[in-house]
């Protein structure tokens, strides 16, 4: 699942060099699941495993706490879809953003809060965690996610890219930050709620489309359309026949 929209501060992206620049991106290893006991702190200051917080389709971002150029833009842009999705948030899903490598403080996240999702029915379903250096790794690199730190910047470069979870922390799909659409968020988290939230129409959908990695959108398939229609067709001609049938078995008996 290779991603490779990048957040960067201004310029930040020139001091890299070419080899640099190509690396960072966002290609997921194979049935990739976040740890589930790695050690997070949150904004109360309450050091707990990441499973406290994943317990249902959860939306997970990274971002660089202290920046204030693309961070807080990317995470509005994820707010707002998941705000048109139609999805209940906190009850049918959460959004949780982690900082890397354990920059910033809670002053810097409470300006983000205040600054992107104030106001928001998100809100309250969305939490901000802090990790140390070395969770973040792992983090980072159990799930693909490859960035670049600029020291003249003091920047963390790195891709806008947005992680759907299911329950019990597996990686469902990555989707672009910044080109995601309410109806591509809410796709994504009833796929990866199997079948447990979203409605009938969300899973004809999702049977009709197919789901492009290169550019994390869902796109409709015309070869699955036309099949779910065949099937369709089928289904309501064995149900016509049937009844046909039975009808004309009662008028045999009469």
């Known amino acids: 699942m290779p991603l490779v929209v990048l957040a960067f501060a201004g310029s930040a992206s020139a001091r890299l060099t070419p080899e640099e620049y190509r690396m960072i991106g966002v290609t997921v290893p194979q049935n990739a699941a976040v740890p589930l006991d790695a050690v997070v702190t949150d904004e109360a ?18 971002a660089d706490y202290t920046c204030r150029m693309l961070c807080g833009p990317a995470l509005a842009f994820v707010a707002a879809a998941l705000d048109q999705s139609g999805l209940r948030a906190g009850a049918q899903f959460r959004l949780i953003v982690i900082g890397l490598d354990g920059r910033g403080s809670l002053t810097d996240i409470d300006r983000l809060r205040r600054e992107h999702l104030r106001g928001r029915a998100l809100e309250n379903a969305t939490v901000f965690l802090r990790a140390d250096a070395a969770t973040s790794a792992t983090l980072t690199n159990i799930l693909g996610y490859r960035y670049r730190y600029d020291a003249e910047a003091d920047q963390e470069i790195h891709p806008a890219a947005a992680f759907v979870l299911t329950a019990d922390g597996k990686v469902s799909r990555v989707l672009t930050e910044l080109g ?31 789901f492009d990695p290169r550019r994390g959108t869902y796109t409709l398939a015309i070869s699955r359309l036309l099949a779910g229609a065949s099937g369709a067709t089928i289904v309501l001609l064995a149900g016509g026949i049937g009844l046909l049938w039975r009808a004309d078995r009662r008028a045999v008996r009469g």
């Open 45 to 62: 200051g309450r050091d707990h495993a990441l499973a406290d917080d994943i317990t249902r389709p959860t939306v997970l971002v990274f």
């Open 180 to 210: 995601l659409s309410a109806q591509d968020l809410r796709l994504a988290l009833v796929e990866a709620g199997q079948g447990r939230i979203g409605s009938l129409a969300d899973q004809v959908r999702l049977l009709c489309s197919t």
